[in-house]
């Protein structure tokens, strides 16, 4: 067994599955190739349920390096016809991953642990490929499957060469979506993406204040997202963004909200607001982050809590990151938004707080105090301290 969840979730597979069940932490290609070749596999990331328990943090080991080549579809649906199945509908987007890993250290997040810091970009030409292979079966939408599409400055320059392979390819009546910072975007690569398809993406910068994105160490500037996406509808850019907020951040407050909601504003000025769908998250505690450690050191988690006992409401509560007083109104707020607008969510809950917290100047939202992220203060320390500007 392997997969995204299984991977975050396998310490507790043991006790859920069958003695001798091999199951495999993060990418499975190596492991599944030495087990058709009968090959030993035992330093593969995985394990045999009740031969021995898994290693000591089997998730933080390396994945085994390799080269990722486009998928075989013909072979694919030669052993497994239900195939095409998925491929009929031409509103779906169908994964094609060009990348894997992520260098950042946003508090909240297992990808940098399931897929490691480190980043792989895949060759473009196999890209380009395994995107040819689908589009002679139809597919016209992708989903770049990537934690992130450009995750630092330094793959600025893949990112250009995949989409202007994309150009060159001649597949120009496709579209294409995928999750983007938007730190690290340059007005050629807006042109780029607007000519090669993309019709949707998501930012998750989680909060319009940058006191908050710079406490869970998200690492980016707010007012280079602003800049980024003006470069973006510059360049032709006139379709849908997703935004992703989780209003129940540690040290959250009005006035951290109050300064979203004029992030938000900001978006919707630059996007049209019929075109920026706010998506409202709540973070929810994973295993082997770094919300998770910083549980464990306050004393809010015990250290031997199973991360898949959420039916049990004084385990539940804790995984949902809940802040008191702020979850009850958040609570309130989400019902009345569901009940009066359960099409338009999103911008319902975004014009209920405005109605009844205002909203911050944007300066304000782009400002941020110096001092180290949450994750490293004591409960005590986590208070309101004055603001500087870090531009
Ligand atoms: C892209 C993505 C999406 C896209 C999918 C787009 C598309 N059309 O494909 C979108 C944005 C739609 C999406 C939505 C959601 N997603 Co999502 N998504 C991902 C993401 C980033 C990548 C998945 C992927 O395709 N990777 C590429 C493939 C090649 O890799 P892979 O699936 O991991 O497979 C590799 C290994 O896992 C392994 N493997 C996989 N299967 C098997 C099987 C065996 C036998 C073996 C040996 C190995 C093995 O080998 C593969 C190759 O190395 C993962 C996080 C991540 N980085 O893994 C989250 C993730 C899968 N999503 C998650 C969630 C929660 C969701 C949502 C529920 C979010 C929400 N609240 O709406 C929805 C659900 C959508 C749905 N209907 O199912 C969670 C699942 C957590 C869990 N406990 O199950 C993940 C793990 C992220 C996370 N930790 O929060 N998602
Ligand atoms: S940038 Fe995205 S994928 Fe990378 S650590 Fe932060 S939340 Fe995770």
């Known amino acids: ?32 190739e030495k087990l058709l070749r009968r090959e030993d596999f035992s330093q593969e990331r995985c394990y045999v349920v009740g031969e021995a328990p898994p ?4 998730i933080h080991e390396w994945p085994t ?24 509908d031409p509103d779906f987007y169908i994964g094609v991953q060009t990348k894997r890993g992520c260098p950042h250290n946003c508090c909240y997040c297992v990808y940098t642990v399931v897929e490691g810091k480190q ?31 450009i995750p630092a400055r330094r793959y600025m320059e893949d990112a250009k060469e995949l989409l202007q392979k994309i150009l060159y390819s001649g597949m120009t009546d496709i579209n294409w979506a995928a999750y983007i910072r938007a730190d690290n975007l340059t007005p050629e690569l807006c042109e ?16 319009g204040s940058q006191e908050l994105v710079r406490k869970m160490r998200m690492g980016y500037n707010l007012k280079t997202v602003l800049q980024n996406c003006r470069d973006l509808k510059a360049a032709g850019f006139n379709d849908f963004v997703s935004v992703n907020y989780s209003f129940n951040v540690i040290d959250e407050r009005d006035e951290t909200i109050r300064q979203t909601i004029a992030y938000q504003r900001e978006l919707e000025a630059i996007f049209g607001a019929d075109k920026v769908e706010p998506a409202i998250f709540f973070i929810g505690l994973q295993p082997h982050t770094h919300l998770e450690a910083y549980a464990f050191e306050q004393k809010i ?3 031997n809590y199973n991360p898949l006992a959420i039916y049990l409401p004084w385990v539940a509560t804790k995984l949902l990151w809940n802040p008191g007083k702020l979850g009850e109104f958040f609570g309130n707020v989400c019902l009345e938004a569901m009940k ?29 105090p110096l001092e180290a992220d949450v994750t490293q203060q004591k409960p005590d320390e986590q208070r309101f301290v004055p603001t500087a500007n870090i531009s």
Do not use: H
Not at 10 to 15: A, K
Not at 67 to 85: G, M, Q, R, S, V
């Open 340 to 368: 009066d607008s359960p099409e338009g969510f999103g911008q319902k809950v975004m014009n209920i707080l405005e109605q009844r917290l205002g909203r911050a100047p944007l300066a304000e939202a782009l400002t941020a």
């Open 1 to 32: 067994m392997g997969g995204g969840a299984v991977s975050v979730f396998y310490e507790q597979m043991p006790q859920m599955l069958p003695k001798g069940t091999i199951v495999s932490v993060g990418e499975g290609e190596t492991l599944l």
């Open 55 to 58: 290693r000591d943090r089997l």
């Open 65 to 88: 390096p390799i080269e990722k080549t486009a998928c075989d579809y013909d072979y694919i649906e030669a052993i497994w016809p239900e195939l095409t199945y998925y491929l009929q």
């Open 119 to 149: 980043v792989r970009v895949n060759p473009a030409d196999e890209v380009v490929e395994e995107m040819r292979r689908l589009y002679d079966r139809g597919v016209r939408k992708f989903w770049f499957t990537d934690a992130q599409f």
């Open 301 to 303: 988690l015990d250290r």
């Open 192 to 207: 780029l993406m607007v000519k090669t398809g993309m019709n949707y993406f998501e930012i998750g910068i989680t909060s």
